[in-house]
Every structure is written in C-alpha cells, then in structure tokens.
C-alpha cells in the first residue's frame, strides 16, 4: 500500500487543520492506519491510531479530545482532524499502515508502510 500524507501548514495556537492521508488501496478490514510526528531532535511518537476492523481508535494522552482520526472508505482516505493546536504540537506528521496485533498499535516498528511527511507548525 502507497500513502500520501498533507494538508500540514501554519496555524496559531487555538486553531485548527485536517491532514489527509490518501492510500493507494482501502485500508478497512487490511491495515491499520496511524499518524505519527516527529519533531526536530526527538524520536518519533505515536499521535493516532484507526484499526483495521472494528474502526477502533486510538489516541496519545496528550491529544485525548483534541484530535479525531476518521476514515473514508469510499475515497480510500484517512484523515486526522486537529483542533486547540498548541505550538507543542509542531511537528512533521507521517501516515502509516500497518497489519501488527492490537498491543502494537502505537509501535512505529509495527507499520510497514509510511508516507512521506507534513509539516505542521503552530505559532504562539
């Protein structure tokens, strides 16, 4: 599976942006689908999570009600809804997709498949 991540850009704190990843085949019920950010000096980190059957998803503490990932199947789309930015948030963000059992869904080494980066930076 390709995926092809955007919609990254330049917020102030408080706002709000959609990134999209768009995938090469539908995801349900084959792969599970993350976003991770990397920001400059630290290692990778885990943002969201949908599973692959079930449309489970699954969050990092720090953007528990603040972020949402959803999935159009029909468009073989996955989307991660950002909202109440903060500039902590900054970061290249990646779309992954991956087949790994449900404890290692926030384990970057469990998807096999990434897009490339979008940048997001949030001004205070």
């Known amino acids: 599976v390709q995926l092809q991540a955007s919609g990254g850009g330049l917020v102030q704190a408080g706002g709000s942006l959609r990134l999209s990843c768009a995938t090469s085949?539908?995801?349900?019920?084959?792969?599970?689908v993350g976003w991770f950010r990397q920001a400059p000096g630290k290692e990778r980190e885990f943002v969201a999570a949908?599973?692959?059957?079930?449309?489970?998803?699954y969050y990092e503490d720090s953007v528990k009600g603040r972020f949402t990932i959803s999935r159009d199947n029909a468009k073989n789309m996955v989307y991660l809804q950002m909202n109440s930015l903060e500039p902590e948030d900054t970061a290249v963000y990646y779309c992954?997709?991956?087949?790994?059992?449900?404890?290692?869904?926030?384990?970057?080494?469990?998807?096999?498949?990434w897009g490339q980066g979008t940048q997001v930076t949030v001004s205070s």
């Open positions: 085949t539908r995801t349900d019920n084959n792969y599970n």
């Open positions: 949908i599973r692959r059957t079930g449309g489970y998803t």
């Open positions: 992954a997709a991956g087949q790994g059992i449900l404890s290692t869904i926030s384990w970057p080494s469990a998807y096999g498949y």
